[in-house]
């Protein structure tokens, strides 16, 4: 026992150890084994791994290695659960989920030291953040379970979720993915990580204890193989995913073609900003939460900080001196700041890129003290020396450790800050909140803070852009992502017009005949140098377009990413130039109702209105673009998050065969609406309604490079978009193969897709298709959370 003497000196803290006993007792209650928990009942454990503690590296429990047969059989379970659960009204699906947020409330301490044991977590956070934030999860949902049909209308489940869940917040992250699914009418099949299933196990309890229907939620425990069996598993309609964004980029692979719905939460590197007139102590308080919060196993870590170069050394100082301060040791002791690191595994993977690091001429920081013994410990660290390719600078660490870099003026900071494949989050410190909102639009990143960070909430949507996954978890957009339009399952195949006899004579339809490509606002010759024949419908040839191939759609997209700047053109402006386009559209209409009728055969009243359809599509949407657009959360801090709707960036969109106008006027109205800058594919069999459109475009005030127009052959244009990492999301319309092969294509970079998979999607119809089908799939949400209230 230190004397008082003592204590005054070093201000030290005793150890104030929390109990691992009732923890232990419960698995002892289970016989330290487990097997799954489907259909309302444990199954027998079968070949088993071990779960241990990475504090101590004792074994906790031995859990099962789902089989691929355990799999489906929890698939069976949650399929026959399915019909009964999502007929439930809101209200009742609600009050289950109300009953578990309640449960999960009354024993959130056993929770709490289970979490910590499991995963090496301080007691401190499974207590005050995580368990909480988990029952929170559940009381919001339980709201939406009950509002949904007014909220989102005409939505309904996808039917049985598969969704896998990393170790780092193993209990949030089961929240985070089970409480809107159930709310929204859907059952799941969930995996735990296999370093961290024993809250997941618990939980089950909570399940039979709130009285869900068998099948509902079904707990399947295993490693990778056993996620994959879920993914590739034929009867599941949904994936989500939380992870790395290796494994990430294997599922989107492994889905396409299969008309699974997808959302994935990837991983991150994510800019900590600190400008010069920042109030430099919250600052580095804000740092400690934002890197060694968890030990740095955090997806949204603030791991790449950018300090202002005029604050640095002061900074650095002060960061190395609260280093100093933060206490490494047992997760138990509510007086640790950093617990174990999850796993031997873990460590080694940091050790080795840190060497890497090294090699490259990093230089490392660490405070002068020693770890505990045996188990996952590793020291907050501190990189500096790097440059913005340096392996600790551009790869996720995912453990305590800082790198810092340092930026002169607020636009390079901004650079640093998007010069990455990430774009997850990202903070932002200074007292000037003119300084603060003009940089947040500017952060690639799906969360931004604002004098804070690591804030989480149920209401507040989170996930990311770029490689760091797509979909939201939390508040509405969150909900979205478990619901699709009921019209879909009435969807038949696309019937491909019937090819006609080739062959004969050059018939314009009283039009010139020479259409070139359209890219950065000017007429291009194709790269080929070659033509190709458009026919009409007796096979005579009514005019040529150029062959495009893959120089001219890297030309378009080049052109398209000197456009960005349309996203943040004001919507206004936007507006407006689709209300021009409309007008100039209206005012030819006679020639291009002439110009369908040469292409398809069709009468010119039919004709006619497709053009007439085309020209209220575009005023449709001109009238979307102010209006789509976000909202303001209050989550229960002294904060509030403003969901600011953002365009995605660069999209390809490849038209359908069929309505050689409107089939393009429906995709690219919606994505210009939106602010993204577009490489259009038209019709391959009817392009020339496009090509007529440059003078339209040309006299309506479009910048240059915000429509590229690329015309040739579908299914190979679109291939080489799809795998093109400058275009950001990708639309294709036509077959079911090359459907497939664009979803496949489009792991790269992760693009955001949307396919028709080979189905007949009538674009004509207003009510499907004039609002939020295609704003919703042109657009992701940022939400930027700023200090608010009184
Ligand atoms: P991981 O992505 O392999 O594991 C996440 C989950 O996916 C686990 O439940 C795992 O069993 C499952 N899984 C693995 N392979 C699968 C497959 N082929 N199909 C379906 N499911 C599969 O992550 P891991 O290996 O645990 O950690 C490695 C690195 O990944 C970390 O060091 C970190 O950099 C990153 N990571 C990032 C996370 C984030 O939230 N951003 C979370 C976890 C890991
Ligand atoms: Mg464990």
Known sequence: MNKIAEIFQSLDYGPAPESPEPALAWLASKGGKFGHFINGKWTKPGKTFASDNPANGRKLADVTDGS??????????????????????????????????????????LFA??????????????????????ARHFYHHAGWAQHLERELPGMVPYGVCGQIIPWNFPLLMLAWKIAPALAAGNTVVLKPAEFTSLTALLFAEIVERAKLPPGVVNIVTGQGDTGAAIVNHPDVDKIAFTG??????????????????????????????????????????GLVDAIWFNQGQVCCAGSRLLIQESVEERFIAKLKARMATLRVGDPLDKAVDIGALVA??????????????????????????????????????????????????????????????????????????????????????????????????KIKAGVVWVNSTNNFDAAVGFGGYKESGYGREGGKEGM?????????????PFAAPKATERGGELDAGGIDQTAKMYIGGKQARPDSGYSRPVYGPGGDIVGEVGDGNRKDIRNAVEAARAALGWGTATAHNRSQILYFLAENLEYRSEEFARRIRAQTGESLASAQKEVTASVERL??????????????????????????????????????????????????????????????????????????????????????????IVTG?????????????????????????????VEKASAGNLKQTWTSRGLYYDLSDKAKFEGDYFLRRATQVKNVWVPYGA
Not at 79 to 94: I, K, Q, T
Not at 664 to 686: D, F, H, I, R, Y
């Open 344 to 441: 031997p595994v873990q460590v080694e993977r940091i050790r080795d890129l840190m060497k890497r690091g090294v090699a490259e001429g990093g230089q490392y920081y660490e405070p002068d003290y020693d770890l505990p013994e045996g188990g996952c410990f590793l020291k907050p660290t501190l990189v500096t020396g790097v440059s913005p390719s340096h392996t600790l600078v551009t790869e996720e660490i995912f453990g305590p450790v800082l790198v810092a870099m340092s930026f002169r003026t607020p636009e390079e900071a901004v650079q640093l800050a998007n010069n990455s494949k990430y774009g997850l989050a990202a903070t932002i410190w200074t007292e000037n909140v003119n300084l603060a909102l003009d940089i947040a639009p």
């Open 68 to 109: 691929a047969a355990d799999v489906d059989k929890a698939v069976k379970a949650a399929r026959a659960a399915f019909p009964a659960w999502s007929a439930l009204s809101g209200y009742e699906r609600g009050k289950y989920l109300y009953a578990i947020a309640r449960l999960v409330q009354k024993h959130s301490r």
């Open 713 to 741: 052959p579908s299914a190979s244009l679109a291939k080489t978009m799809a795998e093109h990492d400058g275009i950001d999301a990708m639309w294709f319309a036509g077959d079911a193969a090359t459907s497939a092969m």
């Open 244 to 285: 790395s964004t290796e494994v990430g980029k294997i599922i989107r692979a492994a889905t396409a073609g299969s008309g699974k719905g997808l959302s994935l939460e990837l991983g991150g590197k994510s800019p900590y900003i600190v400008f010069d007139d920042a109030d430099l102590d919250s600052a580095i308080e």
């Open 113 to 134: 030291v289970l979490e910590s044991m499991d995963n090496g977590k301080p007691i401190r956070e499974s207590r005050d953040i995580d368990i909480p934030l988990v």
């Open 619 to 708: 005023f449709a949407f001109a009238g979307w673009a102010d209006k789509y657009d976000g909202a303001v959360h209050n989550p229960p801090v002294r904060m509030i998050a403003v969901a600011m709707v953002e365009p995605i960036g660069v999209m390809g969109i490849v038209a359908p065969p069929s309505r050689p106008l409107l089939g393009s006027v429906a995709l690219l109205a919606p994505a210009l609406a939106m602010g993204n800058p577009v490489v259009l594919v038209p019709s391959e069999t009817a392009p020339l309604s496009v090509t007529d459109l440059y003078q339209v475009i040309e006299t309506s005030d479009v910048p240059a490079g915000v429509i590229n």
């Open 480 to 492: 979205a992502v478990y619901l699709k339009p009921a019209w879909e399952k009435a969807l038949k």
